[in-house]
C-alpha cells in the first residue's frame, strides 16, 4: 500500500479474498492501517481468488468504480486476471492503473507489463513448521503455531507510473 501511495495512487482496492477467512483478513490488515493512516477509503471486491475473476473485476472497476486508481490483489492470479482483464479495455497498467499481487509466481515476470508482487518467504516458512513439528514430537508440549512469514515487495513495471 505504501509503495502504491508513494507512486501517487490515491484510491486503492483490495481485490478478492473471502469474506469472513483469517487469511483474508491479514492480508488486508496493512492495506487498512495505510488507508487510515492517510485519510483514505477502503474498498474490498471479495471473491473467489483466481484468474477468471480477476478478469471479471476489470469489467466491475471500469463500470462500478472508474476512480480506482491501484489494485492490491488478494493473490498473483486474480492479479494476473486483472491484467488481461484490463488489457481487454485497452487500460494502460503501470499509467491509468496500478496493480500489486501477492505471491511472485514465476509467471509475475514473465507477463507485459511485468507483475509487481508481495514475496512469501516460503524456505523460511517451512523450515520453521518443520522445526515445529520436531519440537512437537520430542516433548509433550503442543501449543498452536502461529507463524508471520516476513514478505518483501518486488516492484515492477505493472504499480511503476
Not at 115 to 126: E, K, P
Not at 145 to 151: F, I, Q, R, W
Request: charged residues 20%; glycine residues 10%; neutral net charge.
Amino acid at each position: 500500500t505504501e509503495h502504491l501511495l508513494q507512486q501517487g495512487a490515491r484510491n486503492i482496492a483490495f481485490v478478492g479474498g473471502l469474506e469472513g477467512r483469517a487469511v483474508t483478513q491479514l492480508r488486508m490488515s496493512g492495506y487498512l492501517t495505510t488507508l487510515a493512516a492517510n485519510g483514505l477509503q477502503p474498498l474490498h471486491l471479495p471473491g473467489r481468488p483466481g484468474r477468471s475473476f480477476g478478469r471479471e473485476v476489470a469489467r466491475r472497476l471500469a463500470q462500478e468504480h472508474p476512480t480506482v486508481d491501484a489494485v492490491l490483489c488478494f493473490n498473483d492470479l486474480t492479479a494476473l486476471g486483472l491484467l488481461t482483464g484490463c488489457a481487454e479495455q485497452g487500460r494502460a497498467i503501470g499509467q491509468s492503473l496500478k496493480i500489486v499481487g501477492f505471491d511472485d509466481i514465476e509467471d509475475c515476470a514473465q507477463v507485459y507489463p511485468a507483475l509487481s508482487s508481495v514475496r512469501c518467504d516460503i524456505a523460511g516458512f517451512g523450515r520453521r513448521m518443520a522445526e515445529t513439528v520436531l519440537e512437537w514430537l520430542e516433548s509433550d508440549h503442543r501449543p498452536l503455531p502461529e507463524t508471520v512469514t516476513p514478505v518483501t515487495l518486488i516492484p515492477r513495471a505493472s504499480s511503476k507510473g
